[in-house]
């Protein structure tokens, strides 16, 4: 038994995935609490370099050509021997396509609790889990000696996470791994065709008062600058300023983006419909009575043409810096 | 895709069967009325007397696989075009969707509202409990028949749109206002009324119908009243000429048969100015459905300073806004087909006449026409206003 | 195909919630429940499969206020078993609880594959599908939107982010935790659901008492700060270009 927190790093195709940082940052906070040290748990095949920016104080290395790319049945059975030969205080996995089939599985597995949509630790060691579409917070103490939690994004900035010192990396002996039950056949990328807007993380949306087809591009650069795409409601559409595809609202998708970037749109119960379950909605427009502003988080009254090339410019300049 | 009916002999008894007048539907003389005034009926791969056609032809597959009945909002003008007198809208119309419904094919949007209906007994997919949130903060106190003991004089029976979309509250909050004015005892059922499902009827779910007036009627039965008034002209269509055939049957008026009742004791009040050129659009379901075309005007010609001018479909031939039928949420689908709405049709004949009011008395026309405005180019200025909100405005309250 | 879809209802997040007076859980008075979506799209996906491929398809649940509803639309739509489980569900039961609870159930099924929603929003002990999976000791595949059945094999398309698909491979028989049915929930109309109440029968199974073992502890559940009112951002475009640039580093998005 150790007193250390574990994360497990995940990495989709030689990338390690933003939620690996989180964590490692989360962990840093937790050991603070526990005391102990931040191990991150790197499975792959030729994967050592993707250790070398991991904000750990140690790397476990496990090496296998079956781990060379997530598969559950694979991942489960050597994480199973790792943590059971020397179990740690905690071990963090994302809430994600790779954590959360492997987590549930080890908590019956190797019979440790597990608590999941975990967002944060405090101070004394104490998760924080956010449920319910985000209106619930549940607080506890992490349960039994060895807690296995699953991580949702929003609590850590993933830089965190990251080190400009490559950490010890031992390479940790990987059991058989035999008569898998789970095989990965191939990847397949996304059409090059029209993104899914339902899909996207920062979105630029565009209303009736983007006013003509020409200002749509406006939109763009500045969507382009934040690394998002655009979207719009109803009438933007309609006018066959941008795709069906594009549409947001009622009759169109629903989003949940990070950031849904507001522009001329007054936030009628058919757009609004479409846009609740995004984390930060921003609002721009002229009407201060526009009902957007009663759902959005941040707002301005301003005109969005007067803003837009003011912002793009500065977010370019912060991304250059 | 299947479907309980195996033939068009199967589906053409059943119609007849279940409509009032159903046999009718043997007296069509395929003189395209129907399809020639229906407003989408150019869109439609099966317009109304196209269907009858292949329905006797027995080739009850082909409508099936078309799904351009959905372009049909229910607006009465085939049925009241038709020289046979056959009841297009309620029975033929709502049939066909009935079945693409029970064969799985209903666009999502509409699906959507069904569900919602079924579930939260609206089809905005909002909580139940909140129906009557619009009443917090109005004085004098709007009644809750559930809190109130003893009978009221009049149940308002309030409606979807009416109680939960932020624009048409508007229009309930104004009527609130003139019903408080004239001293009228009314009491609301709030939380405990349902969808009048109408609409969901007409859009082919007569199951999901049963199921709201059901509700509906025994919410009605736990209270006391003389009467019930409506905001809707679906609600009224439903409560006075469907419900009936459940076992659930009431006096019901829509509130501007109610309120010219009453036109003595309310012109008095209307002492404001109204200097406007107002146009008044005949709902599908106060005029065509059920024949009520005075009592609206002279509600606005009693407000003083206006001047009435009609639009150039009037009366019987008045233009759909496009809601009702399901139409209200196949808007996606409508607009795919068509690439054009309704509403901005009838909001250009509002601007063709120079009016600066374009009056209602429905609350699907409220937010519908209010959106046709800021698309159609010449119709910025046009203002959207419901009876009651002019007969505020008249009345300075 | 012995396809089997384990089902459960969710707190209805149209209504309002509340915390209960311990201030550990959700005031369970008011609640509505709802079908997880997720599990929605799982009959789906198994209606699919059955459709092509025949076979039966058995959906079981927890025995909950509103449950009957939600099987006999099930049978509606097309599910030729219904069995609702028996056993004290009242207030807050946890997944492993109900893995658990649903295990030796499904056994009796002896089903070729399980499924059930890839999550829900109320779990805080890790989804149910996973954990069902291990009891079961069958393999286990989550953020699946697709599923072809071949032999005692199934091909499936798992979501990655980005619109990235990761074509696997899994052994039957497996647990499959489904993102989306290849076509969103059909409808079924109000007259047919009341057919099936008609028609159909829904077992009952009893469970011998829960066991939530696994689960964390809350020691405070609560409701973050609601704002009502966007919070406004003032100056001149300037300022407020460099204010939303503050807005986006703090999100992460910059």
Request: aromatic share 6%.
């Amino acid at each position: 038994m150790n007193q250390d927190t574990y994360v497990v790093i995940e990495h989709i195709r030689g990338q390690v995935a933003d939620i690996s940082y989180i964590m490692l940052a989360a962990g840093r906070e937790l050991v603070k609490g526990l005391g102990g040290n931040v191990v991150a748990i790197l499975l792959g095949h030729k994967a050592q370099p993707l250790a070398v920016n991991l904000a750990a104080d140690k790397v476990l290395y496990l090496d296998h050509p079956a781990l060379a790319e997530f598969t559950s049945d694979a991942y489960q059975n050597a994480l199973a021997g790792l943590i059971s030969t020397n179990p740690p205080r905690a071990v963090l996995f994302g809430s994600t396509t790779i954590g959360t089939d492997i987590a549930s599985s080890l908590s019956i597995r190797l019979g440790l609790p597990l608590v999941s949509s975990c967002r944060s630790f405090t101070s004394d060691g104490k998760y924080l889990s956010q449920i319910c579409g985000g209106k619930i917070m549940a607080e506890g103490t992490l349960p039994g000696t060895t807690a296995l939690v699953t991580m949702i994004p929003g609590g850590y900035k993933p830089e965190l996470g990251q080190s400009k010192q490559a950490p010890d990396v031992s390479q940790v002996d990987v059991p058989a791994l035999e008569a898998l039950r789970v095989t990965l056949t191939r990847y397949i990328e996304p059409e090059a065709g029209d993104v899914d807007i339902s899909k996207e993380s920062i979105l630029v949306s565009v209303g009736r008062g983007i006013q003509t087809q020409d200002n749509i591009e406006l939109a763009e650069e500045l969507a382009k600058a934040l690394g998002g795409t655009v979207c719009g409601s109803r009438p933007v559409i309609d006018q066959g300023w941008l795709a069906t595809s594009r549409l947001v609202g009622k009759s169109g998708k629903h989003v949940k983006p990070k950031v849904y970037l507001a522009l001329g749109i007054s936030g009628a119960p058919e757009h609004v419909e479409g846009i609740t379950d995004s984390d930060t909605i921003i609002a721009i427009n002229m009407d201060p009575r526009a009902p957007i502003f009663d759902i959005a988080k941040f707002g301005a009254e301003i005109d969005l043409f007067d803003l837009i090339d003011p912002l793009i410019e500065r977010v370019r300049e912060s991304k250059g810096a | 895709m299947t479907t309980d009916i195996t033939n068009a002999r199967t589906f053409l008894d059943k119609v007849i069967e279940t409509t009032p007048q159903g046999e009718r539907l043997r007296l069509c003389l395929q003189c395209g009325n129907c399809s020639g005034i229906c407003p989408f009926g150019y869109l439609m791969v099966y317009p109304p007397s196209r269907m009858i056609a292949n329905l006797r032809a027995d080739k009850f597959d082909n409508i099936l696989g078309a799904d351009s009945v959905w372009m049909c909002v229910s607006c009465y003008a085939c049925t009241t075009a038709c020289p046979s007198q056959i009841p297009l809208t309620a029975g033929l119309m709502a049939h066909i969707k009935e079945e693409l419904l029970l064969a799985g094919n209903v666009p999502s949007e509409l699906q959507s509202a069904l569900e919602f209906s079924q579930r939260y007994g609206n089809p905005l997919g909002e909580s139940p409990r909140k129906r009557s949130d619009w009443v917090i903060g109005l004085d004098p106190k709007v009644k809750l028949l559930g809190q109130v003991r003893g009978p009221v004089d009049v149940l308002w029976f309030v409606g979807d749109y009416p109680s939960y979309h932020p624009r048409v509250q508007l229009t309930t909050k104004a009527l609130t206002r003139v019903l408080n004015s004239l001293g009228v005892d009314f009491g609301i059922l709030g939380p405990e009324e349902s969808s009048d499902g109408d609409s969901q009827r007409l859009a082919g779910e007569q199951g999901l119908f049963e199921m709201l007036a059901e509700k509906n009627g025994k919410a009605f039965s736990k209270y006391q009243f003389n009467k019930i008034i409506t905001t809707d002209p679906h609600a009224y269509n439903a409560i006075k000429n469907e419900y009936p055939k459940l076992g659930i049957s009431y006096p019901i008026q829509h509130y501007t048969e109610y309120l010219v009742e009453r036109l003595d004791q309310l012109k008095p009040l209307l002492t404001h100015e109204l200097k406007a050129k107002i146009t008044y659009h005949d709902p599908c379901y106060l005029g065509r459905a059920n024949g009520i075309f005075n009592e609206p005007r002279a509600l606005i010609e009693s407000i003083p300073g206006v001047e009435i001018v009609e639009m150039s479909h009037n009366h019987t031939n008045s233009l759909c806004c496009g809601g009702g039928g399901g139409g209200m949420w196949l808007d996606g689908f409508q607009w795919e087909k068509a690439h054009v709405r309704l509403s901005e049709l009838r909001v250009r004949e509002a601007v063709a006449i120079s009016a600066d009011i374009l009056a209602v008395a429905c609350p699907y026309e409220t937010p519908r026409f209010e959106d046709a405005t800021k698309t159609v180019e010449s119709a910025t200025q046009l203002k959207v206003k419901d009876i009651a909100e002019l007969l505020v405005e008249a009345m300075g309250v | 195909m012995n396809i089997v879809v384990l089902v459960k209802l969710v707190p209805d997040l149209v209504e309002e919630l509340t915390i209960d007076p311990s201030g550990t859980s959700l005031d369970m008075t008011w609640l509505r429940l709802i079908i997880n979506e997720f599990d929605d799209h799982s009959i789906e996906q198994g209606l699919l499969l059955k459709e092509r491929g025949g076979g039966q398809l058995t959906v079981v649940a927890p025995a909950v206020e509103g449950i009957d509803d939600v099987l006999y639309t099930a049978a509606a739509k097309g599910a030729d078993r219904l069995i609702k489980i028996q056993g004290d569900f009242q207030g807050w039961v946890n997944n492993h609880a109900l893995a658990r609870a649903s295990m030796e159930i499904i056994k009796d099924l002896q089903p070729d594959l399980i499924l059930t929603g890839v999550q829900a929003h109320n779990d805080l002990d890790g989804a149910l599908g996973p954990l069902l999976a291990e009891c079961m000791q069958m393999p286990y595949i989550g953020y699946i939107a697709g599923v072809t059945l071949d032999g005692g094999k199934s091909k499936v398309k798992k979501e990655y982010p980005g619109g990235l698909i990761a074509e696997m491979e899994v052994a039957l028989p497996a647990v499959l935790g489904i993102q989306a049915a290849e076509q969103p929930p059909r409808y079924v109309a109000v007259s047919k659901v009341r057919q099936a109440m008609k028609i159909s029968t829904i077992e009952e199974k009893s469970t011998p008492e829960l066991n939530s073992l696994g689960g964390p502890t809350v020691d405070r559940m609560f409701q973050p700060e609601a704002a009502t009112r966007a919070s406004m951002i003032t100056g001149d475009v300037n300022e407020v270009a460099k204010k939303l640039v503050d807005i986006f580093k703090e999100l992460g998005v910059l």
